[in-house]
């Protein structure tokens, strides 16, 4: 596909003033790649005519809900192709990684779950409980399949432990040094001291149910259908958890690291920085350029802003100096859209825009934020809570919380 330069959009277009159908969202059946682009790329431009005449003045009530709506479209068509991109990073993420690695193991866990049979095999991964670990390649289906929907795990940093917690030693520095003659004695200097940090799991859970009759009927891929129930509900938790999680059971979240919030003097290299908006319900472009300058250049080049669809709808109509809309869609796949130059990640969990919210932030997520996921995922077949259901207890310890805050920064609205 042919590269369009980003300020090629602020040139005129011949046909916006002609009548054009109002754009609509992409069909259930439109997952060609190639469409998709090229339908995103007209639905903005229908978005930037229609919204260039309610700049001009000529708002009225079927101008402004034509904008709505092709707005929306234009979102939809672009989270139709992040969600495509997600499935890629997802399908490359363990490539070449898939051999079986204890087929008998695997082949007992199977027939645990229709059966409730067990043998020497599957008791190697048996608690006093009777609980059971999952095989290795169900628990890296279900991590893939995280990263498809939890977009913090496309963007972070992942570290995988076998222990009850993680900890990291910061250094803060403080190495002293000094002029001296040649011949001038060498007093000791000070040493620099390490500010140490622990990331420890919460525990995650599912608990999807089946009837005996379907198990034992096997018209369905039981390994596919439970990894499905227990990814849906592990991505939606994660999700909130990894924005605003208190750390109570779960992750603490980045939200909470920021300047004033609950985190703030947690970690050794101090808050995430705030910059604040003038408004409580409206942002600029100067606020977004003052964001991304806040960030040292150094940490820039992986730098990306994560926002919700809401927050995202606003920035999209927001003009530079020169006339230029500052969002631009994405060009090819595998790219994502952007905000002033830098790649944009649509997190259904961030704030709203509203009185002294923070809707937006920008950083370095993959060295600002640090998701811990202890080994293994343990299953609980049960057989006997809910006849004539068999309820399977799904269990994944999983923990995180800011690794620098220096490499994140977040826009606060001002208090109402």
Request: net charge negative; charged share 20%; hydrophobic share 40%.
């Amino acid at each position: 596909m042919k590269h369009i330069a980003p300020g090629a959009f602020a040139l005129a277009n011949p046909l916006a003033a002609r009548p054009r159908a109002v754009t609509t969202a992409p069909r259930a059946d439109a997952n060609d790649p190639r469409k998709l682009l090229a339908e995103l790329q007209k639905a903005f431009e229908d978005f930037k005519s229609a919204n260039d005449e309610k700049l001009k003045g000529k708002a009225d009530v079927v101008l402004d809900e034509k904008v709505t709506r092709i707005d929306a479209a234009v979102g939809d068509f672009q989270k139709a192709i992040d969600d495509l991109n997600a499935k890629l990073a997802a399908a490359q993420l363990n490539s070449g990684e898939r051999e079986l690695r204890d087929a008998e193991y695997s082949e007992s866990f199977r027939a645990h779950f229709a059966k409730g049979t067990v043998n020497a095999a599957l008791n190697k991964g048996a608690d006093d409980e009777g609980g059971y670990l999952a095989p290795i390649e169900w628990d890296r289906t279900i991590v893939d399949k995280l990263v498809e929907i939890s977009p913090m795990r496309s963007i972070a940093q992942v570290q995988t432990i076998s222990t009850a917690g993680f900890k990291k030693l910061f250094n803060l520095r403080g190495t002293g040094s000094g002029w001296v003659g040649e011949t001038a004695a060498r007093p000791e200097t000070t040493t620099p001291e390490f500010g140490p940090l622990t990331f420890t799991p919460g525990e995650l859970y599912a608990n999807p149910a089946a009837t005996q009759q379907l198990l034992d009927d096997a018209e369905i891929d039981l390994e596919a259908w439970l990894a499905g129930e227990v990814e849906t509900e592990f991505a939606y938790q994660e999700g909130l958890a990894f924005v605003s999680g208190n750390g109570t059971n779960k992750p603490f979240g980045f939200l909470t690291y920021v300047t004033g919030a609950a985190n703030a003097a947690v970690h050794p290299f101090g808050a995430i920085q705030l910059k604040t908006a003038a408004s409580a319900t409206a942002i600029t472009t100067d606020e977004l350029i003052d964001l991304v300058y806040l960030l040292p250049q150094v940490m820039q080049q992986n730098a990306r802003f994560v926002l919700n669809r809401n927050a995202l709808g606003t920035a999209r109509k927001l003009k530079d100096g020169e006339g230029n809309y500052i969002w631009q869609p994405s060009f090819q796949l595998g790219q994502p859209s952007q905000l002033l130059s830098y790649p944009v990640t649509e997190m259904a969990a961030m704030p709203n825009i509203a009185a002294s919210a923070v809707p937006i932030a920008f950083g370095d997520f993959r060295r600002g934020y640090l998701i811990v996921d202890r080994t293994g995922v343990r299953v609980l077949r049960d057989p006997y809570t809910n006849k004539p259901y068999v309820m399977f207890y799904t269990t994944k310890r999983v923990g995180g919380g800011v690794l620098d805050p220096q490499a994140l920064k977040a826009l606060k609205m001002a208090a109402s």
